[in-house]
Every structure is written in structure tokens, then in C-alpha cells.
């Protein structure tokens, strides 16, 4: 057997977790970084309208990113890539977190939930797996979001359109001084009942097509690429709805609306999008969502499963048979 050839999901169990907290490090940064100029255009047609002033909020991809580049060359890129610093500053330690304890729990999960080779068909093993890598998708989820919350919350004040805020300091500052520290965390629920099912969505869906796509369990890229990419278009279409009520619990402390800027959670969110907009305003910002997270989530895959190969293939040479 050649040297390149081995069992590339065994890299997992060989893997030390720095070595998957450093992939999943480099993995997130580079995720974020890559497509937030897309997550600028979506924030800014999330952001409901307010009833007190002439603040309108975009309604197509193409309306929010002419007001993002329609002041000019160097504005625009100010515009497109304000707030950037918040991710690259939370997205590095909470995409370690997250993957690190992805594959610490995708491993403790699989020596529990079992099933007896020798009567198991394709289908059980199937749904083992869908279940075990949900499942630790799901407590990966909870772990990166506790962590990043409030860096979303910070890039997110920073990417509307009438921010004045010029570092992540001053508008961490800011936020804190006039809405204290529950600014920081209002919107956590609600991250979590959108991340939870993105996550199991997102991690259920990746290795399962990954399973059809690279049966051998060799290192692939394109593989990774294909198969992020399809997990990333299922668990974005299906969140949007949370990720709105998100969005306007996160920005609420901007708005001069009354009933916006005094919402209390989850449901009073939900019912102040649904009063406006309808079943309609669920979706805002699908079409750059689903933009967002189709390359992201390959680009996030990709880099996360290259790094953790690269880091320990040292390690994962063949063993020899005699």
C-alpha cells in the first residue's frame, strides 16, 4: 500500500483535540472573513424599518449592496468589511471550541450508540450515524455559541447602515454603558433554537453526503467542497426564520421604534416581524443567507478537514500488516 493511502476517517480518532481546535480555528476565520461582505447585505435587509423616522431597510440582494457601495470605492470597502475585526477576534477561538468538541463528542456518542454488525443494515447504519453526528453537532453548537454571541452581536451593530462605530472596543463599550450586559446575550436563546437545528442540519447532512461521495474514506477535497456545500444550502433555508427574529434582537438597542428597541425575547420578536411583514418577513435576507452559507460552509469544511489532515498525518501512516 502506497503511503498517501490510508483511512482518512480514522484521522478523527488520531487527531489530538489541539490539533482539531487549531483546524477549527483556522477553519472559522477563514469562513467568516471570506463571505462577509454577503453577511453585511444580509444583515442590512433583516433589520426591520422603524415607525418614527425615514429609516428604510432594503428589500432585494441588489438595493442592499448599492447602499453599501454607492458612496464610493474606498467608503465601500469600509461599508462591506466594518465589523470584520469582531469575527476574526470571536470566530478563532469558538470554531476551536466548536469543532474540538464536534469530534470529542461524535466519539464518545459512537461507543454508545451501537449497533450489532452482524444483523445491522445499511439504513440502521445510516441512521447511527445521522444520529451520533447530530448529536454532536448539537453540543458543538452550544459550546461556539456561548462564545461567539456576543461578537455577533458587536459585528452585527457595526454592519448597519447608520453604525458611526469605529472599532470593536467602542462599540463593545457603547453597548455595554447604555444597555448593559444582557445586550450582549438577549438574542442567545434564539441562537441557539436557529443554531442547534443548523448545526444537526448542517454536521447530519455533511456526513451523510459525504458518505456517498467518498465511500473509501480517503482524503477528498472536493468531496469536503461538494458535500459542505450541500449541508450548508439545507441548514440556512430552514433557519431563516430564526435568524431574522435573531437579527432584530441583536440590533434592537439601534432602533428608534419603540416597540423594536423595547422587545423582550424570542416570541415578542417573532410577533412584531409577523405584525409587519407576515409570513413574508420570516424569509428577509434568504437569497444572501443561502449565499452566505453555500461557499462558507465548503470553505469552513474544506479548510477544517485539510488542516486536521495536515496536522496529523504524521500520525496516521498505515499500520503494516506483518
Excluded at 478523527?12 to 477549527?24: E, F, L, R, V
Excluded at 477535497?221 to 427574529?245: C, R
Aim: charged letters at 15%.
Amino acid at each position: 500500500m502506497e503511503e498517501d493511502e490510508f483511512d482518512y476517517e480514522s484521522l478523527g480518532a488520531n487527531s489530538t483535540m489541539g490539533q482539531n481546535a487549531i483546524a477549527g480555528a483556522l477553519a472559522g476565520i477563514g469562513e467568516h472573513c471570506l463571505m462577509f461582505p454577503v453577511d453585511s447585505i444580509k444583515t442590512r435587509m433583516q433589520v426591520l424599518a422603524t415607525s418614527e423616522t425615514g429609516v428604510t431597510t432594503a428589500k432585494s440582494v441588489s438595493a442592499a449592496a448599492n447602499d453599501l457601495v454607492r458612496p464610493g470605492w474606498l467608503q465601500s470597502q469600509k461599508n462591506l468589511w466594518r465589523g470584520v475585526y469582531s469575527v476574526v477576534m470571536g470566530a478563532g477561538p469558538a470554531h476551536a471550541l466548536h469543532f474540538a468538541t464536534y469530534e470529542f463528542c461524535k466519539d464518545a456518542f459512537g461507543k454508545y450508540i451501537t449497533i450489532d454488525p452482524a444483523t445491522s443494515t445499511a439504513t440502521q447504519e445510516n441512521l447511527r450515524q445521522l444520529t451520533v453526528s447530530g448529536a454532536a453537532g448539537a453540543c458543538a453548537t452550544f459550546a461556539h455559541d456561548a462564545l461567539m454571541t456576543p461578537f455577533d452581536v458587536i459585528k452585527q451593530r457595526m454592519q448597519l447602515k447608520d453604525s458611526t462605530y469605529r472599532s470593536v472596543r467602542e462599540c463593545a463599550r457603547s453597548v455595554y454603558a447604555k444597555e448593559g450586559l444582557t445586550a450582549f446575550y438577549i438574542s442567545f436563546p434564539t441562537t441557539l433554537y436557529m443554531s442547534i437545528p443548523f448545526q444537526s442540519v448542517q454536521f447530519a447532512t455533511y456526513e451523510y453526503c459525504l458518505g456517498i461521495l467518498n465511500p473509501a474514506g480517503q482524503y477528498n477535497p472536493k468531496s469536503h467542497v461538494v458535500a459542505g456545500a450541500i449541508a450548508g444550502v439545507l441548514a440556512s433555508s430552514v433557519t431563516t426564520p430564526l435568524d431574522v427574529i435573531k437579527t432584530l434582537l441583536q440590533t434592537r438597542g439601534t432602533s428608534s421604534d419603540p416597540r423594536i428597541r423595547n422587545c423582550s425575547g424570542f416570541w415578542d420578536a417573532a410577533k412584531i416581524i409577523g405584525g409587519r411583514y407576515g409570513y413574508q418577513g420570516f424569509f428577509r435576507g434568504f437569497k444572501p443567507r443561502v449565499l452566505t452559507h453555500m461557499p462558507s460552509t465548503a470553505i469552513s469544511w474544506s479548510v477544517y478537514e485539510y488542516f486536521k489532515w495536515f496536522l496529523s498525518k504524521d500520525n496516521d501512516k498505515p499500520v503494516s500488516n506483518s
